[in-house]
């Protein structure tokens, strides 16, 4: 069963990815695998723009790195803002809140970007040991600028987690340049890798604030000061690394940087463009002002004869008659918007009308 | 590079697997993807020995399956008494005391199995929530007499959590027989598929447990409320299930049932039996009780022969001019014994003599 995966991830998969999937096992001790660990780890920290020693892929999705980014540098009773745009902010405070976070939220309407000034007054306000925000929110396709939220986070000396799952690999991250001081993403979305690793990256404060809690993290497989074990000079035994996923986005990040960030993120930005062009003629509009698009996912309202069809039905008939699968609105965008990635190896113009040519069929 | 397994895990992994694992990618939501999620589901069902309803592969490895049976059936202050007789008891220990429960040990010398009148007599006087212990204890090759602990705690009223890392697949679990209200396992040892996802299963007493507590579990990753709404009927989003994962271990447990339980238990049997036979002649004994020995892995007190020629350069040259792995000892083992997994895929008699002649070829 073949399928174009322009849903909100995964995204298909180079061959070159899954060959390297497929390779025999090595054991997770064996020096050729940490060899391939190593690897992961600089080029890791070259995609994510920083130095950060601790950049590591987490054995778990994108959510359990959100959580990884939360319960290590948290402790009860410590406050937290968080911006919320969207699901994935507001996962950031229900996973917040369960580590035992008093969580103050800066919301703005979904569909736009958080407003850096209210992330500011609300810093100054509570001087939260953290704050955190997502850079690329999949549920409304909006891109958030970092910079305004950053400066008001060093200036209120608040440390910053940031969300890069669907960023990461198609659209410029600069954790350094920046100042964030913890970032999560997953392998399935601009990686081109399958689900199932989570790519994180912490600051050298960050670690200090993970090595001065007054008590352990509440997660003993997320716990960073165990992990840095595995992943650092020692290499000693923590849990087992899933060793095939880690071979795998060894070969997907080999091929991001084999064509390189910029040329990736024009690519991104060119299929982004010619999607908005393309199905502005079957009637779709952004939802999102183009300011704030977020190439990789784009959220479209839906046309009339979308609507009128059942959005959920032509959703089936893409995937069924034409195997094509685009991602329906999650939350309070359900039923409004689809959410089509062109995300890693999938962001092309080809890809764009082959989608087209599909939906001219179903709805002609 | 190739390498024969014979470790602690991974073990290697059939052709058919890693060929499912290469499979281009269905979207997470994909009927055809659930299609494999509810073969998983069924088939797990089978090999665990239960009809649990929640019984499902956790995205993330062995670990996270006992956090996820502790985090879920624990609140802070409640009473858990552990089965601590290797590194494995010692973590469920750590795992339970940093959810906040407060552990009872239950202390058994290394190499040798649990007391079940000192768990009994420890559960009657404590009244815990829980009860935890390790079928098949990985640091030590233990094998520990399920039905005599089982019996104790449901005199009194205890839940049970089990072990199941190395004995899923490869020797028989019979959950609903024992009574065992949540157990965890991984997929990299007996089931023979690579490392990276826990298949975990929980008891309708232990789902009441969990919908009936006083405060949401810590972990949103790893609570069984939400996993449920992906993993029950509804099938809706949590989190994105790793999708190739879950199609390799579809593959691998087709692989287990085509073998059959029982005939896979006695070429275990077999295969562990040549083992402690062919390298008894090169002076290595087990460590483990005859009554008490696991057989996916065995661990072995090494002889003076391998002793002088340092354990571990020994076991390097296994790696690099045999291709073969095999595990040192963990913990207080360390140094003293050899771990040789015979697991799954390589519960095989004449992975037994590769391993013999290429000792005889290193010692002489």
């Known amino acids: ?56 892929p987490l054995s778990a999705t994108g959510s359990a790195g959100m959580e990884a980014c939360l319960c290590n540098l948290l402790e009860p009773g410590d406050d937290v803002v968080v911006g919320v745009a969207g699901v994935f902010g507001e996962r950031m405070c229900e996973v917040a809140s369960r580590i035992g976070g008093r969580v103050t939220r800066v919301e703005a309407e979904w569909g736009t970007p958080l407003d850096p000034d209210a992330m500011a007054e609300a810093m100054a306000r509570v001087r939260p040991r953290v704050a ?51 970032a999560y993403s997953g392998t399935q979305k601009c990686l081109s890798c399958p689900p199932g690793l989570s790519p994180v990256s912490f600051s ?45 986005l060894c070969e997907a990040l080999r091929i991001v940087e084999e064509e390189g960030l910029e040329a990736r993120e ?43 069809r059942g959005e959920a039905d032509v959703r089936r008939s893409l995937l069924d008659d034409h195997g094509i699968e685009v991602g329906g609105g999650l939350g309070k965008l359900a039923g409004r918007v689809w959410r089509v990635g062109l995300m890693g190896h999938n962001a092309r113009v080809e890809n764009v009308e082959r989608l087209a040519s599909a939906l001219r069929t179903i709805v002609s």
Chains 1, 2 share one sequence.
Do not use: K
């Open 204 to 248: 050298a404060r960050a670690m200090q604030r993970v090595q001065s809690r007054s008590q352990p993290v509440q997660s003993w497989y997320l716990d960073l000061t165990l992990l840095a074990g595995y992943f650092g000079q020692e290499r000693v035994y923590h849990h087992t690394a899933p060793v095939s996923m880690v071979t795998a």
């Open 1 to 56: 069963m073949s399928r174009m995966l322009l849903g909100p991830g995964p995204s298909n998969v180079p061959e070159r990815v899954l060959q390297a999937l497929a390779q025999p096992l090595l054991g997770h001790l064996d020096p050729a695998f940490l060899a391939v660990v190593d690897e992961v780890q600089v080029r890791l920290r070259r995609i994510f723009g920083t130095e950060n020693a601790m950049t590591l």
């Open 266 to 308: 024009r690519r991104h930005r060119e299929a982004a463009a010619a999607l908005i062009e393309t199905l502005g003629g079957l009637g779709f509009e952004p939802l999102v002002d183009e300011a704030y698009r977020l190439p990789p996912l784009t959220t479209l309202r839906l046309p009339e004869s979308i609507l009128t």
């Open 132 to 182: 955190a925000f997502v850079h690329a929110e999949t549920s409304t396709g909006v891109c958030q600028p970092v910079e305004p939220i950053a400066a008001a986070a060093r200036e209120a000396g608040v440390m910053l987690v940031l969300d890069c799952v669907t960023s990461l690999g198609g659209i410029r991250v600069s954790l350094d340049e920046w100042g964030i001081d913890a």
